[in-house]
C-alpha cells in the first residue's frame, strides 16, 4: 500500500506549456513535501520542497502548491521546456525526515 | 565535488551467489540509505543508517543487509539474491537524519539475478 499516490504515470506537454503533477498522502503525520527530478542514468535530485506551514512555494518556473485540508500537494512547471523532459518523484516524510516516502513517479516529455 | 559514489554501476549475477553493492559519500553526512526502484513503485528505502553503527529498516528489508562501520560508507549486502530483488539501486546520503535536509543520491547500481 503506497502511501503517497501519485498521478499521472506519464505526460506530455507541449513547449510552453504547463506541466501539472498530483500527489496524495494518506499519513498526516507527514511534515515535509519535496519533490525530486530524475534523468535517465542518473538519480534522483531535490528540486524543490515545502512543509505544511505554507500553501504555495516558488522556485523560478517550478511551484508547489500544497492542500492540507486535502491531503494533496502538485508541482507545476510554468513555460516548460524539452529540458525538462525527466521522471518526477513526489515524496513526504515524518518524524524528522529518516523515513522519505516516494510517490509512483511521473515521466515528464516535453515535445519542442 | 560532493558525491555519493555507487559501485558496480551494473551486476548481472546467478541466484545465490552473495554480493555486495558499495555506497561512498565524501560530505561528511550523518544519514544514509539505501533504495530501490522499481516501475510504477516510485523508490522504496530498503535500510537507512542515522549514524556509524546504527541502521534501521525501512519498508522493503528482506533480503537485504547493510552495515555502517564508517561514517562515509554503508554497503548494501545481498546474502542470497532472488531474481525478485531485480531493480535498480540507489544510496542516498543527507547531512542528518534528524531535520529535513535535501538527499544527495548516487548514479544507481542496476541488478539483474537470474
Known amino acids: 500500500q503506497q502511501q503517497v499516490k501519485q498521478s499521472p504515470q506519464s505526460l506530455i506537454v507541449q513547449k510552453g506549456g504547463i506541466s501539472i503533477i498530483n500527489c496524495a498522502y494518506e499519513?498526516?503525520?507527514?511534515?515535509?513535501f519535496p519533490w525530486y527530478q530524475q534523468f535517465p542514468g542518473k538519480g534522483p535530485a531535490l528540486l524543490i520542497a515545502i512543509r505544511p506551514d505554507v500553501s504555495e512555494k516558488k522556485e523560478g518556473r517550478f511551484t508547489i502548491s500544497f492542500n492540507k485540508s486535502a491531503k494533496q500537494f502538485s508541482l507545476h512547471i510554468m513555460d516548460s521546456q524539452p529540458g525538462d523532459s525527466a521522471t518526477y518523484f513526489c515524496?513526504?516524510?515524518?518524524?524528522?525526515?529518516?523515513?522519505?516516502?516516494f510517490g509512483g513517479g511521473t515521466r515528464l516529455m516535453v515535445k519542442p | 565535488e560532493a558525491q555519493v559514489t555507487q559501485n558496480p554501476r551494473y551486476l548481472i549475477t546467478v541466484t545465490g551467489k552473495k554480493l555486495t553493492v558499495t555506497c561512498s559519500q565524501n560530505?561528511?553526512?550523518?544519514?544514509m540509505s539505501w533504495y530501490r526502484q522499481d516501475p510504477g513503485l516510485g523508490l522504496r528505502q530498503i535500510y537507512y543508517?542515522?549514524?556509524?553503527?546504527?541502521?534501521d529498516k525501512g519498508d522493503v528489508p528482506e533480503g537485504y543487509k547493510v552495515s555502517r562501520k564508517e561514517k562515509r560508507n554503508f554497503p548494501l549486502i545481498l546474502e542470497s539474491p532472488s531474481p525478485n530483488q531485480t531493480s535498480l539501486y540507489f544510496c542516498?546520503?543527507?547531512?542528518?537524519?534528524?531535520?529535513?535536509?535535501?538527499?544527495?543520491f548516487g548514479s544507481g547500481t542496476r541488478l539483474t539475478v537470474v
Open positions: 560530505m561528511n553526512h550523518e544519514y
Open positions: 543508517s542515522m549514524n556509524v553503527e546504527v541502521t
Open positions: 542516498a546520503s543527507s547531512l542528518s537524519g534528524r531535520n529535513n535536509y535535501g538527499y544527495t
Open positions: 499519513n498526516t503525520a507527514f511534515d515535509y
Open positions: 515524496a513526504a516524510s515524518r518524524n524528522a525526515g529518516n523515513m522519505l516516502t
